[in-house]
């Protein structure tokens, strides 16, 4: 069993869709849950990163992390046809290393 | 700026050949990671350094070497024993610390091999 299991998509939406994405994982250990956004042929870059459970907005971004059912998602709200890209969950915990979603195709139709 | 500077950005090997390729960092950052990957597969990590002269082997490490002699660089090898190295390669780097922190990464460099 993969320690994170992403489901890769594709994923069509129109613009101006509420967007949910949604990685979940095995290891109750996870204390650190990120989530990156990577262009395509780019580097990702990291989008939201939140420390235990709990939501984390930033605006039109949404993490949540639940830890009793191992899951976490992002959410976008409005979504711009500049919100398509692949979308990786990372998560960690002290000491270790990142553990990296598959990672989620996004396209934004205008 | 600072950042993470990958060369070069595509790269063609033929087979037997090893390859180099280039990972600078000037965010002064302790530990830097190589990543591969591969569509439908995610990152997966080859090595990683926490600091100068020392390394350790991630999940995917053979076939691979690195050297970390200056804080600021971490070359990746790729060998002519790597089965598969046709993939998009990613360098990272972050502060050494409690917390996850955040993980930098380059613009990575694809290596084709024909």
């Known amino acids: 069993q993969k320690e994170v299991e992403q489901d890769p998509g594709p994923l069509s939406v129109p613009e101006g869709a509420i967007v949910s994405l949604n990685c979940t994982y095995s290891?109750?250990?996870?204390?650190?849950f990120m989530w990156y956004r990577q262009y395509s042929r780019k580097g990702p870059e990291l989008l939201m990163y939140?420390?235990?459970?709990g939501n984390k907005e930033d605006g039109r971004f949404t993490a949540q992390v639940d830890k009793s059912s191992k899951y976490i998602s992002l959410f976008i709200r409005d979504s711009q046809p500049s919100d398509s890209a692949t979308y990786l969950c990372?998560?960690?915990?002290?000491?270790?290393?990142?553990?990296f979603g598959t990672g989620t195709s996004l396209t934004v139709i205008p | 700026d600072g950042g993470i500077t990958q060369s070069p950005k595509y790269l063609f090997r033929k087979e037997g050949q090893n390859v180099t390729l280039s990972c600078e960092q000037n965010?002064?950052?302790?530990?830097m990671y190589w990543y591969r990957q591969d569509p439908g597969q995610g990152l997966r990590l080859i090595y990683y350094?926490?600091?100068?002269?020392?390394?350790q082997k991630g999940d995917i490490a053979e076939g691979y070497s690195v050297s970390r002699e200056k804080k600021e660089s971490f070359p990746l090898t790729v060998t002519s024993a790597q089965k598969n190295p046709t993939a998009f390669y990613l360098c990272?780097?972050?502060?050494?610390?409690?917390?996850?922190?955040?993980?930098?990464f380059g613009e990575g460099s694809r290596l084709t091999v024909l």
């Open positions: 990272a780097s972050r502060q050494q610390g409690g917390s996850a922190g955040e993980l930098f």
């Open positions: 290891n109750s250990a996870f204390q650190y």
């Open positions: 939140t420390y235990s459970s």
């Open positions: 990372a998560l960690y915990w002290t000491g270790n290393q990142f553990y």
């Open positions: 965010l002064n950052h302790d530990a």
């Open positions: 350094s926490q600091i100068v002269n020392d390394f």
